[in-house]
């Protein structure tokens, strides 16, 4: 089981850059770290995967330590729309039967 | 291109009764997944489908919860009778390939009441 270890809760303001941290210490060699965003009354949403070093995309940035146990998520200029809870999940594909294990996400609070 | 679809959005039953929630994944997604919420708890998997095959039941609470997924398209997933503690959200979840960097879109989920 691939557990991970997010902060429950980030305050910010609108224009700064947010970044959230998860530690994944017993990741194993083939899983990929993604993350998920979700908003009250909403599934999960995808937001960004990776396996190790960088990946950007238009919403945010993905960084990844050589030794993989923990990633931080980025997020550029937040806005208040950018409220919400974010999930770092470690696994699923093959590997992992398929299988995701969400644990209590960070709430994002972008303030005014 | 649609994205997952769940039905319904909500549901209200009295303890004993029975209800069937729906999911629609997306067009040409094999894999088909269940999770579900309870009332300040984690979401938690259930089971995975490919195709219309179960995968992987391993998290499906008991046996009042039966998911089917007839011709490999749409799944149902059936509590039989309902109890209290099966309140929560319900999501489903579809994908495209069973690889390691296979991204799972999740539906808006079914919250479901039980009285």
């Known amino acids: 089981l691939a557990k991970t270890t997010q902060p429950i809760s980030m305050d910010s303001y609108e224009g700064q850059e947010v970044n959230i941290t998860c530690s994944h210490n017993?990741?194993?060699?083939?899983?990929?770290i993604t993350w998920y965003q979700q908003f009250p009354s909403q599934g999960p949403r995808f937001i960004i995967q990776g396996y190790k070093t960088k990946v950007t995309n238009e919403v945010a940035s993905l960084f990844i330590p050589a030794d993989r146990k923990s990633s931080t998520l980025s997020l550029p200029r937040v806005s208040l729309s950018d409220t919400a809870v974010y999930y770092c999940l470690v696994g699923a594909g093959r590997y992992r039967n398929n299988k995701f294990y969400f644990g209590s996400g960070t709430k994002l609070n972008v303030k005014p | 291109e649609a994205g997952v679809t769940q039905f319904p959005s909500h549901s209200v039953i009295e303890k004993g009764q029975t209800v069937t929630l729906r999911c629609d994944p997306i067009?040409?997604?094999?894999?088909l997944y269940w999770y579900r919420r309870v009332m300040g708890k984690e979401i938690k998997f259930l089971l995975h489908f490919v195709k219309e095959s179960k995968q992987d039941e391993s998290g499906m609470p008991n046996n009042r919860f039966l998911a089917e997924r007839t011709g490999g398209t749409y799944s149902t997933l059936k509590v039989q009778p309902a109890e209290l503690e099966d309140s929560g959200v319900y999501f489903c979840?579809?994908?495209?390939?069973?690889?390691?960097?296979?991204?799972?879109?999740f539906g808006p989920g079914t919250r479901l009441t039980v009285l």
């Open positions: 067009s040409g997604h094999d894999n």
């Open positions: 979840a579809s994908s495209q390939a069973r690889d390691s960097t296979d991204t799972q879109y």
């Open positions: 017993n990741i194993a060699t083939n899983d990929y």
